[in-house]
């Protein structure tokens, strides 16, 4: 199995450039979600889902959107990029949406740097 | 969100037991204990989680404080392969994300 990939592994981007970071999995999970990891910080949560169609916002959502049209796919949307947004993004799915009982898988992240 | 504790650093020797501790005194009668790991470089990695008895699996043993204030994660044998960042964290009834903190550097000298 592959678990969770997520693509692209890195990007660089210039202010005000747009893109979509990539996350798939094929484990079959409800749910998913996005974190970023910034130097001498935890994993902050971005946006999560527990199922195709229903997403909500974490902790921090601000200039990030994300849909979820298939079990298997959660890609996370820059809008515009800003230099606040540099970051390692990590996606994570687990079984079902009751995460405080669940193992979450992680992907091995992307790492965005924004100019 | 119940706040864990953990020490900033350890370190071990290569084939021997680790013992991590983490503090959890505020933690609620519905909060999971959890424990994850980062390598460098890569997403975090589940390594084990119990709820009031010890737990056991092919990673780490997790051992439960009869008053669950307090738990430590079990590495049986280091390996040069467990030096990680262990995240020790709460999470309990519905609630949606975990919540990293800044976990414990384990560095395991050959």
């Known amino acids: 199995n592959a678990g969770v990939t997520q693509t692209p592994k890195f990007q660089v981007l210039k202010t005000g450039q747009s893109m979509t970071l990539q996350c798939a999995q094929d484990m079959n999970h409800e749910y998913m979600s996005w974190y970023r990891q910034d130097p001498g910080m935890g994993l902050r949560l971005i946006h999560y889902s527990v199922g195709a169609g229903i997403t909500d916002q974490g902790e921090v959502p601000n200039g990030y959107n994300v849909s979820r049209s298939t079990t298997e796919d959660f890609p996370l949307r820059l809008l515009s990029a800003a230099p606040s947004q540099t970051s390692v993004y990590f996606c994570a799915s687990s079984p079902r949406t009751a995460v405080s009982n669940q193992p979450q898988h992680f992907g091995d992240g992307t790492r965005l740097s924004i100019l | 969100d119940a706040k864990t504790t953990q020490p900033n650093s350890m370190e071990s020797n290569e084939e021997e037991p680790v013992h991590l501790p983490c503090n959890h005194s505020t933690i609620s009668g519905t909060d999971y204990i959890h424990w994850y790991r980062q390598l460098p470089s890569q997403g975090p990695e589940y390594v084990i989680h119990?709820?009031?008895s010890n737990v056991n699996n092919r990673m780490a043993s997790l051992a439960i404080a009869e008053d669950r204030k307090s738990s430590t994660l079990i590495l049986h044998r280091a390996t040069l392969r467990d030096a990680a960042v262990y995240y020790c964290?709460?999470?309990?009834?519905?609630?949606?994300?975990?919540?990293f903190g800044k976990g414990t550097l384990l560095t395991v000298n050959p």
């Open positions: 119990g709820l009031t």
């Open positions: 964290i709460l999470s309990g009834g519905s609630n949606y994300k975990l919540t």
